[in-house]
């Protein structure tokens, strides 16, 4: 029904993550695997799912996918999803009362209701995170410094105070449009590998692991207490070889190592069996100003 389409075609990733897929979906877009419209694929599964814009984008475009099955080892994000999924209707309640609170004060002095969320949002998540903590932790992604997520050894989110003029914090329709696309999507917190029950010879991956690390002081990739080393790289590559074995299609964007070290073959290494496509892309996450410009992301299909 065209009413249906029109407010689906309006959602968007809820959250600002590192990695996110948006500037680069028209490339990916263009790489998707034909199945995906004639219906010969009818699952989707995405092992790191992060802010989910490849999700969205392909739960509004592609209608004959039946079943999704989104993936992350973030506790938090993924108990934000399950929030946003099942209980949108307190969650938005509670972030236009954050935001009305948070706006009212003055700006010098916002820094402290930052700062006694951020400290409620930990402690919180640990006894019991409800849809409460979950408007917390949208609240903080909105004001902290640059949306980043990051948390020290003992799980504890961190990131300092944005200081933002008029940051939107609750994008309440974005929330209940994302809600009504969550339903048919099953949200799990686990490692990669545990995606693969969910894959047979009908389903597309879609793969956005952290990034192999630009420089050595690059540091980002620390999304959870358990950051994704060498070996896991490995260990993903070993995973992509199985999936493929078994029939489905995947495609896998990374950054190119070959940004800093021309020498670097990790990728012609260990996916050689697959193609390898270079596109361009804008790097921003980097709050340096040398970081930023264009680098080359790496599409990998096996199909
Ligand atoms: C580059 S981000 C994904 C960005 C996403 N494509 C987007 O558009 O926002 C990588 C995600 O992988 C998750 N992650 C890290 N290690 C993981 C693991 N072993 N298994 C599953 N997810 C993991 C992180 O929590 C993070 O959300």
Redesign the pocket.
Known sequence: MPVVVEKLIAAK?FLK?????GQLLAEIDRRLPAGLKTGEVDTYVE????????FFHIAQNYDKIKRFYL????ED?VNCYKAVKKDVGLLVRELLSLQDKFLAIQRPKRKDFYLNIRKRFNTEKVAHFNTKTAAKLIFLNKTCFNGLYRVNRKGEFNVPFGDYKSPRICAAKNLQIVSEILQIAKIICA??THSETYIDNHTFVYL???YRPLSPTASFTS??K?D?NPE?QIRLARFCRQIHSKGAKFLLSNSDPKNENPTDRFFQDHYKEFTIDTVKAARLINCKASGRGQINELLITNY
């Open positions: 990733p993550w590192a990695g996110g897929k092992p790191f799912v992060g802010g989910g814009a490849v993936l992350d080892i973030n994000l490692d990669f956005d692991p952290p999304y959870s358990e994704f896991d």
